[in-house]
Structure formats: structure tokens, C-alpha cells
């Protein structure tokens, strides 16, 4: 069964103060990693998508990276509104189409 | 604009009553899904469709039934609701099965 674990489940930033997120995964073989921002009351919104160990995608102040265990959502400078949901999410390449989310994690980054 | 729209936004029921939640989307994309948001276990998905009266179990789908007879719509049925259903859930769609997902804004059920 596919697993994704999202650590910490919470993170208080100062505002400036980078820091890095982390979504372990278990697949029997990875088709894609998914990182989505979630708001209070509202729906997920995608960020990135990585495919392949190696791969790194970045937006604004915001960079994801990919290893064959791992990938890490690296936030440089966070402003205020950088605070919310981080979500993570992994689609294995076997012959389903579910798609696996971690738990999240809650980033607060205050001014 | 392209969006996903859930009815209703909000439900409290009772157990035993059937219900439906709506979901359709303007995008003309194939794949839609449905899943249930919990404090501290993340999003769990429901139920997928690939497409029109093509619909698949995800993880958690006791309780639950799903019908694609248009490719717009995605209904979520709960024909006997319990309290463990009790829950925030969230239909999506995307233009295939690999690809970003575009969320609704999701239906807060309470099951009494």
C-alpha cells in the first residue's frame, strides 16, 4: 500500500526565516509527486509536480525537489501569506489512478 | 471561469437519511474524483471516474456510491449515513488521471 508521510505536522515561521518540508513516500514505483497549498476553508490548489529523482521545480518563493525517497518543499524568505496547508501527494505507476496524500503540514509564518 | 462547484456547502443530517452531494465542473475534463478530508489523517480519496460510467474504488469507499452519467457531473450518494461519515469533503477534476487536479470548495457533512 502506498504511504506519504508529511513532517513536521506544523511549522511557525518568522517572517524571513527559511525552512524546508519534508514528504517521505512509499510506491512501488513513482509515476508522480504532487505538492499542493491548502487555505483555511478552501480547497487545494496545485503547486508542482515532480516525475524523477533529481527533478526541482520552483515558484516564487517556493522550491520543490525530488529523490527516490523523499521530496522536500524548501520556502526562502516566507511572507505571511505563504501561511497554510502544505499537502503532498504520490500516484503510483501500477494499473490504478489513486493518488495518496500525506497528512500535511501547517505552516504559520508571522510578521 | 474554470471551476469545480460542490452543492451543498454545508449538511447536517441525520443517520439513515440518504443524501447526495453534486459536483460538476466546466473544464470538459475526463477524470473526476472525490475524496474526504479528517484531522490528522489528510485527504483520502473515495471514489475516481476516467471517465463517463467509468468509476473506480479508491481507499476509503464503504458507504459511499458515485455515478458518472455525464462527464460534467460527479455526484457523491450516502445512502445510509453514519457518524463516521461525519467529514469535509472534496470533489476534483483534471484533464487526465496524471495530471494537476482542480479542487471544489468543499462540503462540510455532519452526521447526527
Known amino acids: 500500500e502506498d504511504q506519504v508521510t508529511q513532517s513536521p505536522e506544523a511549522l511557525r515561521l518568522q517572517e524571513g526565516e527559511s525552512s524546508s518540508l519534508n514528504c517521505s513516500y512509499t510506491?512501488?514505483?513513482?509515476?508522480?509527486l504532487f505538492w499542493y497549498r491548502q487555505d483555511p476553508g478552501k480547497g487545494p490548489e496545485f503547486l508542482f509536480t515532480?516525475?524523477?529523482a533529481g527533478e526541482e521545480k520552483e515558484k516564487e518563493r517556493l522550491k520543490a525537489t525530488l529523490t527516490k525517497k523523499e521530496s522536500f518543499l524548501h520556502i526562502t524568505a516566507p511572507k505571511p501569506e505563504d501561511s497554510a496547508t502544505y499537502l503532498c501527494?504520490?500516484?503510483?505507476?501500477?494499473?490504478?489512478?489513486?493518488?495518496?496524500f500525506g497528512a500535511g503540514t501547517t505552516v504559520t509564518v508571522r510578521a | 471561469e474554470a471551476q469545480v462547484t460542490q452543492n451543498p456547502r454545508y449538511l447536517i443530517t441525520v443517520t439513515g437519511k440518504k443524501l447526495t452531494v453534486t459536483c460538476s465542473q466546466n473544464?470538459?475534463?475526463?477524470?473526476m474524483s472525490w475524496y474526504r478530508q479528517d484531522p490528522g489523517l489528510g485527504l483520502r480519496q473515495i471514489y475516481y471516474?476516467?471517465?463517463?460510467?467509468?468509476?473506480d474504488k479508491g481507499d476509503v469507499p464503504e458507504g459511499y456510491k458515485v455515478s458518472r452519467k455525464e462527464k460534467r457531473n460527479f455526484p457523491l450518494i450516502l445512502e445510509s449515513p453514519s457518524p463516521n461519515q461525519t467529514s469535509l469533503y472534496f470533489c476534483?477534476?483534471?484533464?487526465?488521471?496524471?495530471?494537476?487536479?482542480?479542487f471544489g470548495p468543499g462540503t462540510r457533512l455532519t452526521v447526527l
Open positions: 476534483a477534476s483534471s484533464s487526465g488521471p496524471y495530471n494537476e487536479q482542480f
Open positions: 510506491v512501488s514505483g513513482l509515476r508522480g
Open positions: 515532480l516525475y524523477s
Open positions: 501527494a504520490v500516484q503510483a505507476s501500477s494499473n490504478d489512478y489513486k493518488l495518496s
Open positions: 473544464m470538459n475534463h475526463e477524470y
Open positions: 471516474s476516467m471517465n463517463v460510467e467509468v468509476t
